[in-house]
């Protein structure tokens, strides 16, 4: 998977490329852990170029959105592709996450 971020303001893109699994969640909860969550208002997760996502996947996205809640800041997910909107969807994540499918 290829991870990329750039920070503008109090705003982080983070655009991934690939698959999010078992073997790739760990670079990504890497890339949200250096986030500096004190100084972050909004984390935008662009998945344009996302072709797949495990529950470990699942799992690094939404401790993200939990740190990021409790610092007062927000996960924005945007891009979203058809498959990857009804796991969203399925597994009750789209009813408090803030996504825009692409």
């Known amino acids: 998977m ?3 971020k750039a920070i503008s303001n109090q705003n ?3 655009t991934l490329k690939g698959r999010l699994d078992t073997m790739t969640a ?3 909860d890497d890339e ?3 986030i500096d969550f004190d100084g972050v208002g909004t ?3 662009n998945l344009k170029d996302l072709e797949y996502i495990s529950s470990s996947g699942l ?3 939404l401790a993200l959105y939990k740190n ?3 610092k007062g800041g927000n996960l924005k997910i945007v891009n979203v592709s058809n498959t990857i909107m009804e796991l969203f969807s399925m597994t009750g994540m789209s009813d408090y996450l803030d996504i825009e499918q692409g």
């Open 43 to 45: 984390v935008t997760l």
């Open 2 to 4: 290829e991870i990329n």
């Open 32 to 34: 949200a852990k250096s």
């Open 59 to 61: 799992r690094v996205i």
């Open 26 to 28: 760990p670079q990504l």
């Open 12 to 14: 982080v893109i983070i």
């Open 68 to 70: 990021l809640k409790s």
